[in-house]
């Protein structure tokens, strides 16, 4: 695929359903459709204003509880889409600049470190070359890229949020607060807390949605099976009715032929 269509389908894929804009902090509701969290908060204000309690997903009509905060700000982050709306910052000149992630200035970055993981500005890039150890590192020009180099940045590690944590990987999956968590917050934020790899989690989360999924099919294909058998016998009943009508329709002009002849 042409990198410049892959970045247009990345755009549609992170476009909020309620702005239809790129998202911008997207959270994600229990249904897991996802929205920018000023969409989401000005939803509940309107929804506030009618005296209402609940609100219903944009997308698929569940409905919510409002939080007592009136924010959506605690609801789950979608790394996902940041993730989306980070690797379409590199094409988009309207978008945000990435800054570089191995030095303090807000330089603008010009390559990616596939190895170290990391956005490096024109100096890093050159001090990166220079070291030994990050010299046969596989690095690539932002301007330069390719489909296959955006396809692998979709499916970098996601980075921690947590203030002084950005440069940490989510590695483990809090089971007690049902979150990603760096090293970091492992030891700060949840400490005593059962804790189990990413990965691991990952695994788990998707086989509760493939069993879930399972059943969803089955269930499809009973209703399918049901609405087939009503359809049949609509059929069956409309063809029958048609017959009827068209025998009194014949009775009845034989009826009239008689009296007229009569």
């Not at 924010?71 to 988009?92: G, I, M």
């Not at 956005?119 to 030994?132: I, S, T």
């Not at 509760?208 to 059929?235: C, D, G, P, W, Y």
């Amino acid at each position: 695929m042409d990198v410049q269509q892959l970045f247009k389908n990345l755009k549609k894929e992170a476009e909020c359903p309620l702005c239809l804009e790129t998202v911008k902090e997207p959270k994600t509701l229990p249904c897991l459709h996802s929205f920018c969290l000023n969409c989401l908060d000005k939803h509940a204000g309107y929804a506030r204003r009618r005296r209402e309690t609940k609100i219903k997903c944009p997308v698929c009509l569940t409905d919510f509880n409002i939080p007592k905060s009136d924010t959506f700000f605690d609801f789950p982050t979608s790394f996902h889409l940041n993730r989306f709306v980070d690797v379409l910052a590199l094409n988009d000149s309207d978008a945000e600049t990435q800054t570089c992630s191995s030095c303090d200035d807000t330089s603008v970055v010009t390559s990616y470190c596939f190895v170290c993981q990391s956005l490096l500005c024109a100096a890093c890039f050159e001090a990166h070359q220079r070291l030994k150890a990050t010299r046969g590192h596989r690095n690539v020009f932002i301007e330069k890229l390719q489909a296959k180099d955006v396809e692998e940045l979709m499916h970098r590690p996601a980075m921690c949020t947590q203030k002084y944590h950005q440069n940490e990987a989510l590695e483990y999956y809090c089971q007690d607060c049902k979150v990603s968590v760096c090293v970091k917050c492992g030891f700060v934020s949840h400490n005593g807390h059962a804790m189990v790899d990413i990965e691991e989690a990952a695994i788990d989360c998707k086989n509760k949605i493939s069993e879930v999924v399972k059943k969803v099919k089955f269930q499809v294909a009973v209703l399918e099976r049901q609405m087939k058998r009503q359809t049949e016998l609509m059929n069956k009943s409309m063809a029958e009715i048609y017959d009827a009508q068209a025998k009194v329709t014949k009775t009845v002009d034989e009826l009239v032929k008689i009296l007229r002849e009569h």
